[in-house]
């Protein structure tokens, strides 16, 4: 957040001696009034954390003073890229607030990366209105990139990151790639699982996890089972393939009392085009035996079954994993014919 600030205000006081009534491109908003934007939707999303909303927005709205100028506009957006940089900071973990899509809620790190995305998207908006494109930093469009567009295709060899952020919400184009007209970002989903909650794994998580990170969690025992970093593996993989489709890729185990990660369990990628979709889980040794991996494989099972295009779900454990195999069947599954050299076990939608 405050590299996007720093950013932001240094590319519109270069051009604050310009004629801010331009209209920006494909819109009705002038310079000043996109800056109105910027200002007020940094403020909700702070407050939408200070008021832990979760059932719908904080009724407060901002607006700038009549007769502002672009100085002032400038200094608006300071003052609350500060006020949720500061908000940000302080949020415990496992805080979420309503934001509508695509699930409803995000954390802090959802609420910052949505705060640099508007800080970066309109601030070019406007530049780019008095015929300025500026770039910001690398990192910083490549962070909003693995945070909220997981189902964009990475860059391609002869871009950069910030042309594929502008490509992504139909500000420019890319070789090879149609034109995008209607676009969101997408937050990682948090489902709950009674003690647990589910948090899904961005791309860059991921490949700090299979790197043998933390993906910026606390570990019980300090690390995930190795399955969870295998599983966090191939979703980087499938992210940098362009095939990774939200949602169905590497959930973390998160304790809601202590927010202490307890292993790891998702899907092997998107329903098949039998509508199958296979699940994997583990958990750190010093989880087991709580029935923490039943709790969540009920509610991943639940959650994939709100998706029509899913008929069935499988699991598949070795011989000697008999706890796995307890999992699936505590779970509602039932054994299949083996896959050798697999047990199956199944679950189909009612």
């Known amino acids: 957040m405050d590299a996007a600030v720093a950013h932001a205000t240094a590319v519109l006081r270069a051009v604050a001696d310009r004629d801010w009534d331009a209209k920006t491109d494909g819109g009705d908003w002038s310079g000043l009034k996109t800056s109105e934007h910027i200002a007020g939707v940094l403020t909700a999303y702070a407050c939408q954390l200070t008021g832990r909303a979760t059932d719908g927005w904080v009724p407060l709205d901002t607006a700038l003073d009549e007769g502002t100028g672009p100085e002032g506009a400038i200094h608006a957006i300071e003052a609350a890229g500060g006020l949720l940089s500061a908000v940000v900071r302080t949020t415990p973990r496992g805080v979420r607030a309503h934001h509508s899509y695509p699930s409803g809620g995000a954390d802090a790190s959802g609420f910052a990366a949505m705060g640099v995305t508007e800080l970066l998207l309109h601030t070019y908006d406007i530049a780019h209105a008095l015929d300025v494109d500026p770039e910001p930093p690398a990192v910083l469009a490549e962070a909003v990139l693995s945070h909220l567009f997981p189902h964009v295709p990475p860059t391609p060899a002869d871009g950069t990151p910030w042309t594929t952020l502008l490509w992504a919400t139909g500000r420019g184009d890319l070789p090879g790639r149609a034109r995008v007209t209607r676009w969101r970002w997408h937050n990682p989903h948090a489902l709950p699982a009674g003690e647990l909650s589910l948090r899904e794994v961005t791309p860059a998580a991921a490949a700090d996890l299979a790197e043998g990170g933390t993906g910026g969690l ?20 499938a992210y940098v393939a362009g095939v990774h489709r939200p949602g ?11 927010e202490v990660a307890v292993g790891g369990m998702g899907f092997h990628g998107p329903p098949d085009d039998d509508g199958c979709v296979e699940v994997g889980y583990d958990l750190v040794e010093q989880a087991r035996g709580n029935g923490y991996a039943t709790t969540a494989l009920r509610a991943l099972t ?22 796995s195999q307890k999992v699936a069947t505590s779970a509602g599954y039932t054994r299949l014919p083996d896959r050798a050299p697999h047990y199956a076990f199944g679950l189909r939608r009612p």
């Open 248 to 258: 169905w890729g590497l959930y973390a185990l998160v304790r809601a009392a202590d």
């Open 302 to 323: 639940a959650w994939a079954l709100t998706h029509p295009e899913v008929t069935s779900l499988l699991a598949l454990t070795t011989p000697e994993n008999v706890p």
């Open 218 to 237: 606390a570990w019980l025992g300090g690390a995930p089972f190795g399955g969870t970093r295998a599983a966090a593996g191939q979703l980087f993989k």
